[in-house]
């Protein structure tokens, strides 16, 4: 759950309505975890609070954004959340991986935030084995989206504007039948699972994806 | 520039993350077997005598995590006139397996915990079994769940490998076992040793009770003692010893001499038999 880092009196926590949050999906080469970081630091974003749950291995250590002396023996933890109101964004940081059968809590501890704070879109960083790519994915760009429905509308022009390729589907059941297509990002860790949950249609979802 | 605390997974744990197992859905059996060993997983804290009427009001926790922080609390701080066992931990997982029983040897694998008499808001807590990952919330919501968190102060002390420890400094000039710390945002007194600098982390139990503490605005300090030693150690016991000197330490600290004496039982209890003659 979230928990504001300033509470109490007439503090009634931030307030994220209308905000996008972008977080990391913990994936091979880290590489969403490592945008995040790369986000936080550039905007200089300003810790707002900590996602607290116990579906996370736990670790600790000093602020990895330091700019100075004072600021660099600020406590992080393994998840935080930090805010820049002027761009509307919130954004997620997961420094270390699921413990084992906790990936659906984690999910649906995580929607029902977003659901509760009201954001209007998540935007998922994520990563996928490159060496699982076929002889058509070995050629282009390594990026790839991923739309829910109602964002495809709002944004799905846009991505063709970028030329910007979807995450293709491959075969259920390969050398048998080419019919049935599904999601297979392999070392995507929850990418698969958040856009495969019937819930995440009421708040559009974005992921992007790089094979590494 | 951001510098990132690198991977946080243990070698084993990378090479098969089960993905596709997580996404899928359970069936009942899958449900029944996970609900088992979930129950036979539980964390289970018992407290005795006037420690079993909750909330405990406590000013000040100390908390030894591993068997060398255990062996320094042992040496130099408990002793069985001053404290009196109040609690015990126990549990089970692939690594170790604790019992209520609160007579122990320094090599066995137990969580205890102990109260000053003199002042029984004084608590402090001797872990030297593995608190597997999916067991230390439990740890944490279990033990300080039973505590009253208005005025409370922690202490933890841990260790772990040097090998761990990055820096670019030359491991030449790096002398083993030494100290770090890592304190809350509300810890105001100063600490004892060097902060630990980035991009070194600290993992397991010690970091889910200080986490725990950050999130819930709890003072807290984490002294991590860096060993290349992995058994019971007198030198990396020993390492703890500018904590005598703290303000939560000072007035627990034992006589000298007894101290000696219970680090000498340390040092018979850690030799190791490899003769091999007929």
Wanted: aromatic residues 8%; hydrophobic residues 40%.
């Amino acid at each position: 759950m979230f928990i504001p880092c300033h509470r109490g009196g007439d503090s009634a926590g931030p307030d994220f309505q209308g905000f996008t949050l972008l977080m990391p999906a913990v994936s091979v080469g880290n590489v969403g975890q490592l945008a995040i970081d790369l986000v936080v630091s550039t905007l200089d974003m300003t810790k707002v609070g900590y996602f607290y749950t116990d579906c996370l291995v736990p670790m600790v250590g000093n602020n990895p954004y330091a700019t100075a002396e004072e600021n660099s023996t600020e406590l992080s933890i393994n998840a935080e959340v930090y805010s820049l109101p002027s761009k509307k964004l919130v954004v997620l940081q997961i420094r270390s991986p699921f413990i084992k059968n906790k990936y659906r809590p984690f999910c649906e501890t995580l929607l029902s935030w977003v659901k509760s704070s009201k954001c209007a879109r998540v935007v998922l960083l994520s990563s996928s084995h490159a060496y699982q790519r076929d002889d058509e994915q070995l050629l282009g760009t390594p990026l790839r989206y991923l739309l829910t429905p109602d964002l495809e509308k709002a944004v799905g022009g846009r991505m063709k504007e970028l030329n910007w390729k979807e995450m293709e589907k491959v075969a259920a059941y390969p050398g048998i039948s080419d019919t049935d297509k599904v999601l297979h990002i392999p070392g995507g860790g929850i990418t698969k699972l958040l856009f495969t949950e019937r819930v995440i249609e009421e708040c559009g979802l974005e992921g992007i994806l790089k094979m590494p | 520039m951001a510098t990132f605390f690198g991977e946080v997974v243990v070698a084993p744990s990378r090479a098969g993350l089960d993905e596709e197992e997580e996404a899928r859905e359970e069936t009942p059996e899958d449900r029944e077997i996970r609900r088992e060993i979930e129950k036979k997983r539980e964390v289970d804290v018992l407290w005795t005598g006037s420690c079993a009427q909750q909330p405990l009001v406590c000013s000040r926790f100390i908390v030894a995590i591993g068997r060398n922080a255990a062996a320094f609390l042992s040496s130099f701080i408990l002793d069985s006139v001053c404290w009196e066992v109040v609690g015990v931990v126990k549990l089970w997982n692939e690594w170790c397996r604790t019992s209520s029983t609160t007579n122990v040897l320094p090599t066995d694998s137990f969580c205890l915990f102990y109260r000053l008499i003199s002042d029984p808001t004084v608590l402090l807590c001797q872990c030297s079994c593995y608190v597997a990952e999916d067991q230390q919330f439990q740890w944490l919501e279990k033990v300080f769940g039973s505590m009253q968190k208005k005025g409370l102060q922690v202490t933890i002390l841990s260790t772990c490998p040097v090998a761990d420890y990055k820096t670019q400094e030359s491991t030449l000039t790096l002398v083993s076992p030494f100290l770090k710390a890592l304190k809350t945002k509300e810890f105001q007194e100063p600490v004892c040793c060097p902060l630990l600098e980035q991009p070194n982390i600290v993992r397991d139990l010690p970091a889910a009770v200080l986490s725990y503490c950050q999130v819930w605005q709890i003072p807290a300090v984490l002294y991590q003692c860096y060993t290349d030693v992995i058994k019971l150690d007198t030198v990396t016991i020993e390492a703890f010893k500018p904590l005598l000197s703290s303000k939560v330490l000072k007035s627990l600290a034992k006589d000298a001499s007894e101290s000696t004496k219970v680090l000498k039982k340390f040092l018979t209890t850690s030799e190791t038999h490899n003769n091999i003659y007929i």
